[in-house]
């Protein structure tokens, strides 16, 4: 594509297709309440508490809690804190636990040997509604904090944000519910065998857990980062505001229509929406396609890859200094894995991590990628996580190297299952467990069967295996047809009753049994049964029983 119009008339296009083409979300999103009456816990030095609580004196309750000492002993300090006009009841025992959000936070306190909730003691009720944290470190030892809890720190401008925000919480509030889970192919834990712990590992607001072997997530903790949706392998977490085929169908297109108009290959850039207003995302190059995001993690490998499918010659991920570190964590991890992909496949690295602060100097980065080949942009099925993301990666596949190879990659939900075929007696455990259906038993004929580009690597089935038989191989398979094939790795005739004649368990697994109990003297003498279905196995029993009613006995 070559570039035939100026940096005006390239933004212009820009501004027309982006106002000409949104994002379809639900009208009615599924929401949580929070309900406030204007109780406040003031946590901090006493001194800069009560200076606090003078500002706050319109609110149902407050109650200092001192924690730290005095900041300053300077007279004119002291003598206005001594001042304040309201009063506020102070304790000073220490802090044990706090939990909870807007509304309903519970804060433990030492009470001798014991502990007390400072909320019955000090206003007899069972929470404050809001925490304001004046500590010269957070209480709560989270990136994200719930909603509710403002800690400011020595911060004075803060301070003041906090002092104007919390009188304005106070009533009924609503928020959506970001994102839901479908347990029925979630790879996290199955008939009490835990399996893919991901999402677990990356939440910043502490808003997942594992309870009762099953992931939940507490809507009124989440912020919304999509760090879980991000992480998760099987699509089971998923983002609802957008949901992912409505982002996916967003930047086809958003992309297409770009391209069409400005004839040239645009640079998608996602941003969290906290950064839309800002001065320098107004002064972006023309053909840089802004899309804004609750968090930069709500888009995944699958629309990064599923962006430069569609047409985008670069896809730029903006973090900030608000960014939470266990997201950029996530994202330099997700970044480094998709690069490698690229570069495997004789593509440029595309998928760039920047900082707002770079938004000055993107024009050496933006010249770079224009000299990089074209992609001819093609369509995508709506469809699951996995086959979005290898969709993409085929395609641009085969606008590059047009590899076939396997590249073993540590650490990745990619990859297949090796069985020991001399172990494995067609039990077929792992099929009942796999999320995914990457293992499939043969149906009517004994046999096992696997499609490697549904195996996420949760372990499930290797945990499961009665036999010790399967292990895992992370790797990235760049053979469409190999990876997409339904393969056999293991088939065998089935074993016939050999009274009736029906098929009713396989080969090995009798030839097993036989083997570990059939010369122990227990079953010496009954031996030809464990050779019957379970029908004809009763049948001779009772058979034998009234041939000889006291052989039993004997």
């Not at 989270?142 to 004075?156: H, I």
């Not at 939440?203 to 997942?208: E, G, L, R, S």
Request: proline residues 5%; glycine residues 4%.
């Amino acid at each position: 594509m070559n570039n035939k119009h100026n940096p005006m008339e390239l933004t212009a296009i820009r501004q027309r297709v982006m106002a000409n083409t949104q994002i379809l979300q639900n009208l009615i999103p599924p929401t949580v309440s929070y309900i406030t009456q204007g109780n406040v816990l003031i946590i901090g030095p006493e001194d800069l508490a009560r200076l606090a609580a003078e500002q706050l004196s319109q609110m149902a309750s407050l109650v200092i809690l001192a924690t730290d000492a005095i900041t300053s002993q300077d007279d004119e300090h002291l003598e206005k804190v001594m001042n304040s006009a309201v009063n506020v009841e102070c304790f000073y025992n220490k802090i044990i636990d706090i939990k909870g959000f807007l509304g309903q936070f519970q804060v433990a306190v030492e009470q001798g040997e014991t502990s007390a909730p400072l909320s019955v003691v000090a206003i007899r009720k069972p929470h404050f509604d809001m925490i304001l944290d004046l500590s010269q470190s957070p209480c709560l030892n989270l990136e994200m904090l719930p909603p509710g809890y403002f800690y400011v720190g020595y911060d004075q401008a803060q301070l003041a944000l906090a002092l104007a925000e919390i009188p304005e919480l106070v009533g009924e509030f609503d928020k959506p519910r970001y994102v839901k889970v479908n347990a029925d192919v979630c790879a996290h834990n199955r008939n009490g065998i835990n399996g893919c712990n991901l999402c677990l590992n990356f939440c910043p607001a502490d808003a997942i857990s594992s309870q009762d072997h099953k992931i939940e997530i507490d809507p009124y903790l989440c912020h919304g980062a999509g760090s879980c949706t991000n992480a998760c392998p099987t699509g089971a977490i998923s983002y609802d505001l957008p949901n992912p085929q409505s982002l996916l169908t967003y930047l086809q297109k958003l992309i297409g229509r770009f391209s069409d108009e400005a004839n040239i290959a645009p640079v998608v850039m996602f941003h969290d929406n906290k950064s839309e207003d800002s001065q320098l995302l107004q002064q972006l190059a023309g053909d840089v396609l802004p899309i804004a995001l609750e968090e930069i993690t709500v888009a995944a490998i699958d629309h990064w890859f599923a962006a430069l499918a569609f047409g985008a010659r670069q896809v730029l991920i903006m973090q900030t200094d608000t960014t939470a570190p266990t997201l950029t964590q996530m994202l330099s991890g997700e970044l480094a894995l998709a690069n490698r992909m690229l570069t495997e496949m004789g593509q440029p690295e595309r998928i760039s991590l920047i900082n707002a602060k770079e938004l000055d100097a993107l024009d050496a980065l933006l010249a770079v990628s224009n000299d990089w080949p074209v992609i001819a942009p093609t369509q995508i099925a709506v469809g699951t996580k996995r086959s979005v993301l290898f969709s993409a990666i085929d395609h641009l596949n085969s606008q590059a190297g047009a590899i076939s190879t396997i590249v073993p990659m540590a650490n990745v939900p990619y990859g297949r299952v090796n069985v020991n075929l001399d172990t494995c007696t067609l039990c077929v455990s792992c099929v009942a467990i796999c999320p995914t259906q990457a293992l499939r038993d043969g149906g009517d004929l004994p046999a096992l069967r696997f499609t490697e580009q549904e195996c996420v690597q949760c372990g499930l089935c290797e945990a499961a295996c009665p036999e010790n038989a399967i292990s895992l191989t992370s790797q990235v398979n760049f053979d469409r047809n190999s990876r997409q094939a339904l393969t056999t790795i293991k088939e065998e005739a089935p074993f016939e009753c050999i009274r009736c004649g029906s098929a009713f368990a396989t080969q090995s697994m009798v030839h097993k049994m036989l083997d570990m109990v059939g010369a122990h003297s227990a079953f010496s003498a009954n031996i030809e049964r464990l050779k019957m279905c379970g029908d004809c196995r009763v049948k001779d029993m009772f058979e034998d029983i009234l041939q000889d009613p006291e052989k039993q006995l004997r």
